[in-house]
């Protein structure tokens, strides 16, 4: 059995017009611009911080490129729209940063700029979530470590220089309620959710024993 037929026999793609594609990706520069947008506005004084907090992280942006993964047309499909999901977003958050508020955050672009190239990896891999068999198992269950990972370490997120203690809690609510999502919408089963929370559970505990986020990204990230 070929690469492919095994591919196949975990998930089938679709086969969409040239249409349905178009409007596809359309939909997620859409979306992306839209964040984009949001979470720049959000980055000023005076607005309740948790929405800056959370556009700051890795968590949401996961979370929106999984959803637009998993229901897309195909793995080609879901790596297009990642690509055009998060360089719009991208496009019109640091475009506004440089014409509106003069400056130009090199780090940061780097950092996201780094993650815009390999989500078109990621999307097309995610797309196989929504199958069968135990790769689908595996594969539904990083999106949802990212999440519980962040989560976790969302307790010292204010430390020791913020004062906002307080939204310490409604993160992680906001990070369950991703979480949840995901378990409900990825899954195809009810035995699949049965195991992808275990594996997810068991690669969070390594993860966050080892450091490897916080390796990888150096900092980076606003928790990591």
């Not at 004084?45 to 195909?74: E, K």
């Not at 790596?79 to 360089?87: L, N, P, Q």
């Not at 203690?165 to 899954?187: A, E, S």
């Not at 049965?194 to 928790?223: C, D, E, K, Q």
Request: proline share 5%.
């Amino acid at each position: 059995m070929g690469g492919s037929d095994k591919l196949n026999g975990i998930r089938v793609a679709n086969r969409p017009t040239t249409q349905q594609t178009f409007f596809s990706i359309i939909y997620a520069v859409f979306i992306g611009v839209i964040l984009g947008l949001a979470a720049k506005l959000v980055d000023t004084p005076g607005i309740n911080p948790v929405f800056d907090d959370m556009g700051g992280r890795l968590g949401i942006w996961v979370f929106v490129a999984t959803l637009l993964s998993v229901f897309s047309y195909s793995p080609k499909v879901a790596a297009v729209k990642a690509f055009a999901f998060f360089g719009s977003m991208l496009t019109v958050y640091y475009v506004y940063t440089v014409l509106f508020l003069h400056f130009i955050p090199v780090r940061a672009i780097l950092f996201w700029g780094i993650c815009a190239v390999i989500s078109p990896i990621c999307a097309y891999i995610i797309w196989y979530a929504h199958g069968n068999g135990l790769f689908s198992c595996m594969v539904s269950s990083l999106p949802i470590t990212m999440l519980l990972i962040e989560g976790f370490e969302l307790r010292n997120a204010y430390l020791p220089i913020h004062t906002h203690y307080y939204l310490i809690p409604v993160l992680m609510g906001v990070y369950l309620i991703m979480i949840i999502v995901l378990l409900l919408f990825i899954p195809k089963n009810k035995m699949q959710l049965l195991s992808i929370l275990p594996i997810a559970l068991i690669l969070s505990i390594i993860l966050i024993y080892f450091n490897v986020l916080g390796r990888i990204f150096g900092g980076m990230n606003g928790v990591l």
